[in-house]
Structure formats: C-alpha cells, structure tokens
C-alpha cells in the first residue's frame, strides 16, 4: 500500500534533510551566521563620523536596519546561491525532480533551513541592537515584518537566480559580488538613503533591497507615510515576482559542465 504524501509533509522532509547537511558544513555556518553577526556592529566607527542626526537618525536606527541587512545578504543570499549551486552540480537536485516533489518543493525546502536561520539571526540581531543602542520600540512593527519577510523570499528567489548562472561553489563568491556590493552602497544598508542627495535617493529606492531597508528603517522610526510606505512594498513584490519569473524560466536543473 503506497503512502500519500502532501506538499508540506514533502517541504518538511526535504527541509530535515537540509538542516542536517547545513550543521555539517562548517563554511556555509561561518557565512550564514558569524559573518552577519559580526558585520553590523563593526560598521559602528563609520556610522560615528556620519552626520546622521540632521537626518533625523540615530545610531542604532542606522546600525539595526543594517543588521537585517547584512543577515539577508550574506546570511540568505549568498549561502543560498552556494547551497543551490553545490545541489546542482552534485546531481541531487536532479535526483530530487524524479520523484514525488515539485520542482517549486525542491527549491523552497532547499531554502527553509537558510530562511528559518536568517529570521532568527534578524530577531536576534535586532534585540541586541534594541539593548545594546538604547533604540526604542518600533512606531509601526507591522511594516518591519512585513519588510523583513519580503525580503528573505526575494533573496532567496534572486539566489536561485544568481545560482543558474553560478559555475561552481567556489565562482560563488564572484557571482554574488554585484549584487552584494550595489546592495551595501546603494541599498541604505552601510549608508542611509537619507544621506544621499535627493534625485541619486530616487534611483537608488528603485533597486530590490532598498525597499526592504526602508521598511525595516520606516517603520522602526515611524517616518513613512502611508504612501511611501505602500510604494515600498509594491517596489519589493515587484523584484520578487519578477525573480521567481526568472527562476521558472533560467533556473538550471543540470549541472554546469
């Protein structure tokens, strides 16, 4: 008698798997959890010399934002495009997509462990940021949720992306530079949209990590309005959708040989 199967009792079973083979490999820990652990706060010295209050911030509403930031770039992004990466060119993806799951199933279980590990990093992150840089309770929490889950699925829709493109493990680091870069510079993560000049600002707003910054930053300080606010999120569903988009179309099943 054959066993029905359901698509969370499937997510599960390949998200246990997963979880297993991410506490067996010691470099993916070091870049998913030290490296954004370790990031925020030393960014402190040059938030210090930024002229940050005639923005009407604070340190620790530059240093939190940038907390969740570093979580989702380095944390998600780039230990996601190493995991797809590696599940490719070790035929297990491949080996997957012959039985009962999705091709959908195999990329989100593939993701959860990562997912679940960034999420609780970005609590944690933002509690100790909360104590240890006297920020007070957020105006609107709703807006920081809301920001923090859009951006770990589109990070983790743009690591599937980046990974069909993505050679080897090791030409990960070099593949995932782009993005991680413009992200840090532009994206208000090292740098507060706030401080740069207003139609540069424009632009920048307009890239796919820069809307999830402003929510988590906007709705920490209560200074989004309404309008704002709805044109982030629609800013951030766009990049999502349109990299999921890309994923059904470019993603790579076969190894890159």
């Known amino acids: 008698m054959s066993m029905v199967t359901t698509p969370a009792s499937r997510l599960g079973a390949l998200a246990r798997a997963e979880f297993t083979l ?45 907390a969740v930031g570093f979580t989702l770039l380095f944390g998600v992004y780039g230990a ?17 997509r012959t039985g009962e ?6 990329l989100c279980g593939t993701a959860l462990p990562i997912g679940a590990t960034g999420l609780t990093q970005s609590v944690v992150l933002v509690a100790a940021s909360t104590v240890l840089l006297d920020v007070p309770a957020p105006h609107a929490p709703h807006l920081v949720v809301l920001g923090l889950l859009l951006g770990l699925v589109m990070c983790a829709a743009l690591a599937a992306v980046t990974a069909a493109v993505t050679r080897t493990v090791e030409s990960a680091q070099v593949t995932t530079l782009p993005f991680v870069m413009i992200s840090m510079i532009l994206s ?14 424009s632009v920048c ?15 920490w300080a209560g200074t989004l309005s309404p309008y704002e606010a ?28």
């Open 205 to 219: 707003e307009l890239l796919p990590l820069s809307p999830v910054i402003t929510l988590v930053r906007g709705g």
């Open 80 to 96: 996601l495009v190493g995991i797809y990466t590696a599940r490719r060119e070790e035929l297990v993806l491949k080996r997957l």
């Open 188 to 201: 208000g993560v090292a740098v507060p949209l706030e401080l740069l000049p207003d139609t540069f600002a």
């Open 230 to 257: 709805l044109g982030s999120l629609a800013t951030a569903v766009a990049w999502t959708v349109l990299a999921v988009f890309a994923v059904q179309r470019w993603f790579r099943w076969e190894p890159r040989r």
């Open 22 to 66: 991410l506490g067996r490999s010691k470099a993916t820990l070091v870049a998913a959890v030290l490296v954004p652990l370790a990031l925020p706060f030393s960014l402190r010295p040059v938030v210090d010399d930024m002229d940050v209050e005639k923005s009407g911030l604070s340190v620790g509403l530059v240093l939190l934002p940038a």
């Open 101 to 106: 799951l999705r091709d959908v199933e195999i």
